[in-house]
C-alpha cells in the first residue's frame, strides 16, 4: 500500500539521514562543532528533523560527548570537560573583574580622602571635639528657644492684663469736680 508519495517522503527522509550522519562523521573527524544547530546547518536539515529523528539526535549527543581529536593521539579531553574548564574560567574571570572594581574603588576612596587631607580642605583631625561642640550648641538653640517661648507667653499675658485694666477704667464712672 506504499504509494509514490509516501515512497517519495521516504526516499527524501533517507537522503537527509544520510546527509545528517556524513555531517556528524565529518564534524567528529575535523574537530568541528558538534551541536543539533551545527549539525542540522551542515547537512542542510531543519533541526526538528534531528528531534524527530531520536537515533540521529542520540548519536549527535554521544559525539559531542566523545574526546576530540584522532584516536591514538596523546591524551584526548572531551568536549564536555573542555566546556566545563571554559565555564570555570569565565566564572574566574568575573569574580576577578568585580574584585579589581572593588579594590579600584577603595583605592580610589584612599587617595582622594588623602589628598583632601593634603590640601588643607579635609575635616580636621578632631572631628569628635566638632561632634561634641555642635550637641552642645544645639542644645543651647533648644534652651533658649524654650527661654524665648516662656518670655513670650509672660508678655502676651501681661498685654492682656493691661488691656483688661485700660478698659475697666475707661468704662468706670468719673467723679466730679465742683470748684
Given at each position: 500500500?506504499?504509494?509514490?508519495?509516501a515512497?517519495?517522503?521516504?526516499?527524501?527522509?533517507?537522503?537527509?539521514r544520510?546527509r545528517?550522519?556524513?555531517?556528524?562523521?565529518?564534524?567528529?573527524?575535523?574537530?568541528?562543532?558538534?551541536?543539533?544547530?551545527?549539525?542540522?546547518?551542515?547537512?542542510?536539515v531543519?533541526?526538528t528533523?534531528?528531534?524527530?529523528?531520536?537515533?540521529?539526535?542520540?548519536?549527535?549527543?554521544a559525539?559531542?560527548?566523545?574526546?576530540?581529536?584522532?584516536?591514538?593521539?596523546?591524551p584526548?579531553?572531551s568536549?564536555?570537560?573542555?566546556q566545563?574548564d571554559?565555564a570555570h574560567?569565565?566564572?574566574?574571570?568575573?569574580?576577578?573583574d568585580a574584585?579589581?572594581?572593588?579594590?579600584e574603588?577603595?583605592?580610589?576612596?584612599l587617595?582622594?580622602?588623602?589628598t583632601?587631607?593634603?590640601?588643607?580642605?579635609?575635616?580636621?583631625?578632631?572631628i569628635?571635639?566638632?561632634k561634641?561642640?555642635?550637641?552642645?550648641?544645639?542644645?543651647?538653640?533648644?534652651?533658649?528657644a524654650?527661654?524665648?517661648?516662656?518670655?513670650?507667653?509672660e508678655?502676651?499675658?501681661?498685654?492682656?492684663?493691661?488691656?483688661?485694666?485700660?478698659?475697666?477704667?475707661?468704662?468706670?464712672?468719673r467723679p466730679?469736680h465742683?470748684?
Amino acid at each position: 500500500m506504499n504509494t509514490p508519495m509516501a515512497q517519495g517522503r521516504q526516499a527524501d527522509s533517507a537522503r537527509r539521514r544520510q546527509r545528517v550522519l556524513k555531517a556528524l562523521n565529518d564534524a567528529a573527524k575535523n574537530g568541528t562543532e558538534l551541536s543539533v544547530s551545527a549539525i542540522a546547518r551542515t547537512a542542510g536539515v531543519d533541526r526538528t528533523f534531528l528531534y524527530r529523528h531520536r537515533d540521529l539526535l542520540a548519536q549527535v549527543h554521544a559525539a559531542a560527548a566523545e574526546p576530540l581529536g584522532a584516536p591514538g593521539t596523546a591524551p584526548q579531553v572531551s568536549r564536555a570537560s573542555l566546556q566545563a574548564d571554559l565555564a570555570h574560567a569565565q566564572g574566574r574571570v568575573r569574580r576577578q573583574d568585580a574584585r579589581i572594581r572593588q579594590l579600584e574603588n577603595k583605592l580610589s576612596e584612599l587617595l582622594g580622602e588623602q589628598t583632601w587631607q593634603q590640601s588643607g580642605l579635609g575635616a580636621p583631625d578632631d572631628i569628635d571635639q566638632l561632634k561634641r561642640q555642635i550637641t552642645t550648641l544645639e542644645q543651647r538653640s533648644v534652651d533658649l528657644a524654650r527661654q524665648l517661648d516662656d518670655r513670650q507667653q509672660e508678655l502676651d499675658a501681661a498685654r492682656a492684663a493691661n488691656r483688661e485694666l485700660i478698659t475697666r477704667l475707661n468704662t468706670a464712672p468719673r467723679p466730679r469736680h465742683t470748684t
